[in-house]
């Protein structure tokens, strides 16, 4: 490796390391390694096609070049993505910080207390400006949300309701919204009417509607009769709102909604070509147990002291598999946390200060234009203003906003809307009354200066919101810069330590990777913008599919779902669109090993299909007699496989070929889930091991960071025959000639983080690429050497390898020492570490994944802990400790416990706090001790206390 290289700081690894850690294995080299870990049959020649790997200097001139074609316009395009002002104070302490952007999702909560608090905070936001009872801590995008609401009304009907399928849907929704819940609905039965909500006759066959407030034109609809009627019979009401105009407006919650849904993007987040942004999800308290996606929510630490953690785990896919009602595994965590802060340094005043703002600009601007002689259609109105042309013709209207470098959202040929953000300011007002004027060729008229509201006296808001003090206390930099720092201290992030979650590749995340996100040329995209403005983000967008395809060995990509799970739903929708394309529709059976992991079944429910469970034999592997006898019974029916290659137990499953084999004799198609990728790149690929379909979870093997709990980026990749069948867009031109309706609201997913992806597989090319993989297989069988001695592995390849990652089992340990798995979990973090993934895919299980990035000396300390906990349990197992009162029963230890005047526990505080000799070097104190899961669950509260000790 070249000094000089990228590869040489990815990939932590040194020349004399590497030589020592092939010895403590018992091989000869690296390739001997890698050879006796991937089957010969799947192996594949050298990758060819990508470019030469580029330094991070050199990679940074070049995209800036790239950048430079994506053209700065004005953006009034509106449709849910608005120009906004990110505080320098949240884009250098949050967005830029590895601190808050290189967590994982707070599983481990007495290490993750920050970000969760701030997710607490996310929730109070939600439910004051909404009026609703209980939020979410953020979903996917505002078209998700909508359809999560769907799904959930839907689920949770009453007995009165069990035949009504049908959703009735305001067409003044926004259109990917609408096109969205097409995908969705269909899969499920349930059956949607698009319609004018005014001319709406209640019915016993409808359970539900949905509304947008202020609707898809920019007017505000007063619904409080039309949601009277539907309660009158029984139908629910769900409600699309933009959450800064109810600074200003009545809430849904206060008018009757049983769920409001939205995005959170103009609190401060960027347009970056259509996200990622976190959306809202609030709802009454009747629906907690129905709620998709993560709550956080408060409890007690073993001291009863007030602590938080993830709320109702219990409800999540992981547990409920094919019986979840929802699939949300990545969330948006990364961007609700800055959305939150957003709210905290202007609080409530300031809020409502923007948002009046902008809405007397939008008047402002409407009367400038209307003293021109066009006319303004809106009569009540927040940001949003419809203008109909007269006699001028659109295209002359559009060329010379062009030529000024604007967009508006050009609506029919008489028609056109614009909308107003934080960021436009009278400069900007007056060039946009420039531009009407010359289309009219009469002079500029000037804007007024004070104006009346245009909103409905009786939807002014009068309730207050953000009162908590949290929201009235950081509003200068100063006391928000110590906020945030206060909360980062508390989590452990990759800049503390390795997280060596298995199945989750916590790699590194490099700056120079992250760089560009904060460039404008990216970050200030609108997605609708017009393509001749986008060629930059298209460039990216066209090398990283062509890079996939080459990596996966497939012939096409769609980057647009937003996460693994929402990648796994795309491509069974893909399957299903194929099959019945070729009137064979009536295939619905999908068969899944029993390892998979949850989100697996889950998905396939949400297409419609039946899982039908395959079952592993005892060396972890797919049962291939079972598989075979299910394909022959199934074989009329059957959809499909999914498959992890190689599997969630960390092996190369030597008969993977045979078992796509008998799957395509079946006439299924095979999914593979891509969420192991980085074991195969460049040694192997899906096509190879004969899948036709496959998801990337691109922040786990390419370089996005997990954002405390997301983004991420779920792209499918596919087979020649399946392409045409790849997901479309209403609004830009995607995917295949029988394109699918669309799995994301933005045509690109979350178009900025792509560039991550980008930059990863520009800098690494081929080669580097490679030896990403072929490290973190040495990496993960150092781990197996060094701690086979003390803990039983518990799958290996058929020459005694592991792939990428390795399983601890610790099962024994309860009956000898009343020891379980979370007890080393937690035990982990007096050592400094996060632990590794918790009783997944085998309970009482650890699953371990180092990493390519990690360096000898990191995962030695880890090693070491390891090694050291498993003394402890042995001296818990000959009776030297006991059973209750022991330093892994006890842990974590905080500093508060260790500085305490008393001190009765039957061990040191060094042996508590500074196990070993490292630990004192950079010691990280978890900031509670032991949260309590069951008391918070059993005492439901998602908001801030009022006087809450969280607060100051
Ligand atoms: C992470 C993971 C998923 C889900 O991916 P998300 O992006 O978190 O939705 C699915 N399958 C496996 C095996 C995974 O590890």
Redesign the pocket.
Known sequence: MNYNSFAYRHIGIRKDDEAEMLREIGVSSLDELILKTVPENIRIKPLEGLDAPKTERTFLTHLKKIAAKNKLFRNYIGMGYYGTVLPGVIQRNIFENPGWYTAYTPYQAEIAQGRMEMLLNYQTMVCDLTGMEIANASLLDEATAAAEAMTMLHSARTKEKQNSHKLFVSDSVFPQTKALLKTRAIPLGIELEFGDFRTFKPRDEYYAVLVQYPDANGEIQDYRTFVNECKAHGIHVIVAADILSLALLTPPGEWGADVVVGTTQRFGIPLGFGGPHAAYFATKDEYKRFIPGRIIGRTIDKDGKPALRMALQTREQHIKREKATSNI??AQVLLAVMAAAYAIYHGPDGLRHIARRIHHNAIRLASSIDALGYKQLNKSYFDTIRIDLGEVEISKLRQIAERNMMNFNYIDSKTLSISLGEATYDESLEDIVRVFAEAKGVSPVSLPGEVETTMPEDLLRTSPFLTHPVFNSYHSETEMMRYLKKLERKDLALNQSMIALG??TMKLNAATEMIPLSWPEFSDIHPFAPADQVEGYMHIIRELERDLAIITGFDSVSLQPN???QGEYAGLMVIRAYHQHRGQGHRNVVLIPSSA?G??PASAVMAGMKVVVVKCDENGNIDVNDLRSLAEKHSNELAGLMI?YPS?HGVFESAVKEITDIIHTHGGQVYM?G?NMNAQVGLTNPAAIGADVCHL?L??TFAIPHGGGGP?M?PICVAKHLAPFLPGHPIVKTGGEHAITPISAAPYGSGLILIISYAYIKMLGAEGLTNATKYAILNANYIKARLEKHYPILYTGENGTVAHELILDCRAFKRDASIEVVDIAKRLMDYGFHAPTVSFPVAGTLMIEPTESESKAEIDRFCDAMISIRKEIEEIALGNADKINNVLKNAPHTLEMLTAEEWSLPYTRKKAAYPLDYVAENKFWPSVRRVDDAYGDRNLVCTCEPTSSYAE
């Open positions: 595994c990545t199945s989750c996460s693994g799970a992991h989100t697996n992890t969630t889930d969420a979870n922040h786990k991420g779920g």
